[in-house]
Structures are given as C-alpha cells and as structure tokens.
T-cell receptor
Framework: GESVGLHLPTLSVQEGDNSIINCAYS??????FIWYKQESGKGPQFIID?????DKRQGQRVTVLLNKTVKHLSLQIAATQPGDSAVYFC????????????FGAGTRLAVHP | NAGVMQNPRHLVRRRGQEARLRCSPM?????VYWYRQLPEEGLKFMVY????????ESGMPKERFSAEFPKEGPSILRIQQVVRGDSAAYFC??????????????FGPGTRLTVT
C-alpha cells in the first residue's frame, strides 16, 4: 500500500549547523510532495513543496531535494536556529488525487545552543 | 486575513457522548479536509469535502463518524457515542480551488479531544 516513511525519528543539531531530514516514499506515482513543520500544540505549518517534474526547490533557508529514482525526499535547513525545533513531516499526494495528503511518521528536530 | 479556525480547541467527552468539531476554512477556500493525529504519530487523512459535497471519505471509520460542509457555515466533524480510542487531535485544513500541480493545504490549530 501507499506509505511515506522517514529514516530518522529524531535529529539533534547544534545551532548554526545545517540540518538534513530525510523521507522515503513508496508510491512511485505520487507527483506532489510537501514538507510541514509542527510545533508542540499547533497545527502543521507549510514549509515548502515540490512537484515530481522537479528535483530541487529552494526557499528561505530551506531546500527540498527529490530523487525519484530511489523515491527519496529530503529537507535541508541552513544555519539551523532554536526556532526550527519542531517535528517535521513529509507528505505526498497520489497522482491525480489532488485531495488527501499521506503523511509520514515525522522527525523531531532538536536544536541545541 | 484569518487562517483556518477550529473550535473548540479542547473538548472533553465521556464515553457514549457526542463530539462536534467545527472548522471554518480560510477566506476564499472551498475545499476542506479533516485529519486525525495520535500522539507521536503523523496525521491520517479522514475526509475531503467541498461545499455540500463529500468528495473522498476513504479515511473515515464506517460507523459513528460523519462530516459535512454546508453551503453556509463551518464544516462539522461529528463523532457519535465516543470511545476512549477516539481521543486524538483532529486537524482541519483548507485549500483554494485545486490547481494542477499544487495541493497546498493550510491547517488549523486543531481540536484536542479527550474521552474519559
């Protein structure tokens, strides 16, 4: 069945370092991917998205890389700050199904001063 | 520009009671989605609605759960005869008319349901 999973459940980094959060997906037909950030007690917050016809997209301090060959997605955060501490989820939309998002289990990012 | 609004933020119900969760989408958004999140887990899709229509309810339990998005007013997720296993955070998201290649959904703060 369809699934989106993450390699690392937790990630600890030093303030100022770069962070890389990884995600594997199993549905090769998925054509749209999103990264969300969720802080404790809050709803998911959109970070960045990417379509399957792209392999890289950059935002402010964040970059998403998509490798369709190995069905892998990553989120890179440059110069990680304490405010980046949260749980990060990748999500996919099945091809042609611009409705439900399928979420992975999440990676907790802890930024230490 | 107000974001997605959900109320109540916290809801406590005893087993057997009914829970009603409300969601007002962002202004101009006509698509609403409900998700459920258990502690330390990802969000699970429940249902996708447009005004007066249920488009995809493949994630909804077959019994006790229902959802609506009337022509006027908020979307409602209704859980009848709640059980302890229904305790979770319920998130609503909204999106504008879907554009090819995009499914950006904006999430509300969630309703945390506790069944005692």
């Amino acid at each position: 069945g369809e699934s989106v999973g993450l390699h690392l459940p937790t990630l600890s980094v030093q303030e100022g370092d770069n962070s890389i959060i990884n995600c594997a997906y199993s549905n090769s037909a998925s054509d749209y991917f999103i990264w969300y950030k969720q802080e404790s007690g809050k709803g998911p917050q959109f970070i960045i998205d990417i379509r399957s016809n792209m392999d890289k997209r950059q935002g402010q301090r964040v970059t998403v890389l998509l490798n369709k060959t190995v069905k892998h997605l990553s989120l890179q955060i440059a110069a990680t700050q304490p405010g980046d501490s949260a749980v990060y989820f990748c999500a996919e939309t099945p091809s042609g199904g611009y409705n439900k998002l399928i979420f992975g289990a999440g990676t907790r990012l802890a930024v230490h001063p | 520009n107000a974001g997605v609004m959900q109320n109540p933020r916290h809801l406590v119900r005893r087993r057997g009671q009914e829970a009603r969760l409300r969601c007002s989408p962002m202004k101009g958004h006509s698509h609403v989605y409900w998700y459920r999140q258990l502690p330390e887990e990802g969000l699970k899709f429940m249902v996708y609605l447009q005004k007066e229509n249920i488009i995809d309810e493949s994630g909804m339990p077959k019994e006790r759960f229902s959802a609506e998005f009337p022509k006027e007013g908020p979307s409602i997720l209704r859980i009848q005869q709640v059980v302890r296993g229904d305790s979770a955070a319920y998130f609503c998201a909204s999106s504008p008319e879907t554009i090819s290649g995009s499914n950006e959904q904006y999430f509300g703060p969630g309703t945390r349901l506790t069944v005692t």
